[in-house]
């Protein structure tokens, strides 16, 4: 059994940064690729970012430069350090774990608005 736990979500205005963190744990061996996905209403689920276990990245077009990935192997997380937030980034943000079973997080929101 794997947990995946995030936090760092929250509201900020325009302009502003969050950092985003997710923990997996549990029956691990080793982790593939981690990475951050966002959902809003009425859409699909996309992809924001991602790391792979040996620290190539890919991101989304929207949040290039703006946004950037990073993992911890030996703890079993990744964090997604979000500046220049933009309304359009408000969304639903979930960690996506692949071992290379799949595995998501529970979600936080993430809302920029002034």
């Known amino acids: 059994q794997v947990q995946i736990v995030e936090s760092g979500g929250g509201l900020v205005q325009p302009g502003g940064s969050l950092r985003l963190s997710c923990a997996a744990s549990g029956s691990i061996f080793t982790i593939t690729y981690m990475g951050w996905y966002r959902q809003t209403p009425g859409n699909q689920r996309e992809l924001v970012a991602g790391i792979s276990s040996l620290g190539r990245t890919n991101y989304a077009d929207s949040v290039k430069g703006r946004f950037t990935i990073s993992r911890d192997n030996a703890k079993n997380t990744v964090h997604l350090q979000m500046n220049s937030l933009k309304p359009e980034d408000t969304a639903v943000y979930y960690c996506?774990?692949?071992?290379?079973?799949?595995?998501w997080g529970q979600g936080t929101q993430v809302t920029v608005s002034s």
């Open positions: 996506n774990v692949r071992l290379p079973s799949e595995y």
